[in-house]
């Protein structure tokens, strides 16, 4: 076998980001709970491999499937823009094993205020973190801003559970076990923009076909984080709308009458199994690597493009997870 050529291009994803096939693997790759077993010499391994290949320099009998591998496992911690290495539990492929737990729980003790306000608190300390490490882009965000964020998108989140529980008192039991979803869908909507508010102030960064930095884009940002909003509500649509269901069914048979102890494994084994599916499916409505029409950008920075690249009509921009 002979040396492993140069030209392929591991900028991107292994499969077409262009359909949504294409899309789903690359995220059920990114999503894979697996990487999270990667030991650190595992990852800095994996980073030395993608950066010498990037630089012109091949591993000696390295694979083309062992470079995907690599990059992937690469991808799998480190930021896109910043090259950091991202918290364990900021990381998607953390995303299966964290949320199947938060959400298990949510929705088995979603009657007393105090494990509402406990749960709710806890799911949204969570996406704080996963907003910031898979923020797009590379610009600093302060400590203040951060903490700031972080207070106002908690708050949000568990006023939100409580007024929607106090709506549902007199509804049927069933009605009340989407409280829960609905305090998530709302509290996405605040906690994304809020963890990613530089990002709304300074822009994120916007490039040309060939991943040349163009300048920053305020117009790019929102569209990100739209984008991100609409796969995060998405994702949490089968978790939490079908093991309340089941739950509700099974609750009333016997089996679980006798054995009232089951009821928070299964509903977290219920989550899982669906989280396992929506997650990367959910990420995948979007491509990561979007794309804005140079007419949507500031006028700005619009004309600065314009000036010095007549010919460019689509910016791209990483949207962020």
Known sequence: MGELPLDINIQEPRWDQSTFLGRARHFFTVTDPRNLLLSGAQLEASR?????????????????????????????????????KMVLIGRMSAQVPMN????????????????????????????????????????????GQLGT?????????????????????????????????????????INTPLMRQRELQVGIPVTDEDSQRLGHSVAAAKQGIFQVVISRICMAIPAMAIPPVIMDTLEKKDFLKRRP?????????????????????????????????VSRLEPELRARIREQNPDIEVVYYNKGL
Not at 107 to 120: A, G, I
């Open 48 to 84: 030395n491999i993608v950066q010498n290949y990037r630089a012109g320099m091949v591993t000696p009998g390295l694979t083309e499937d062992q470079l995907w591998r690599a990059k992937y496992a690469y991808d799998s911690a480190f930021h896109p823009d910043t090259g950091e």
């Open 100 to 143: 199947m737990t938060i959400t298990g729980c949510m929705l088995t003790f979603y009657r007393k205020t105090p494990t509402v306000v406990f749960w709710q608190w806890v799911n949204q300390s969570f996406n704080a973190v996963v907003n910031y490490s898979n923020r797009s882009g590379d610009a600093p965000i302060s400590v």
């Open 149 to 189: 964020a972080y207070v106002s998108a908690t708050t949000g989140a568990v006023v939100t559970a409580l007024g929607l529980k106090s709506l549902t008192k007199h509804l049927p039991p069933l009605v009340g076990r989407f409280v829960p979803f609905a305090a998530v869908a709302a509290a996405n909507c």
């Open 261 to 293: 102890w089951l009821g928070a494994p299964l509903q977290v084994g219920l989550v899982g199994f669906c989280l396992v599916f929506a997650t990367p499916l959910c990420c995948a409505l979007f491509p990561q690597r979007s794309s804005l029409h």
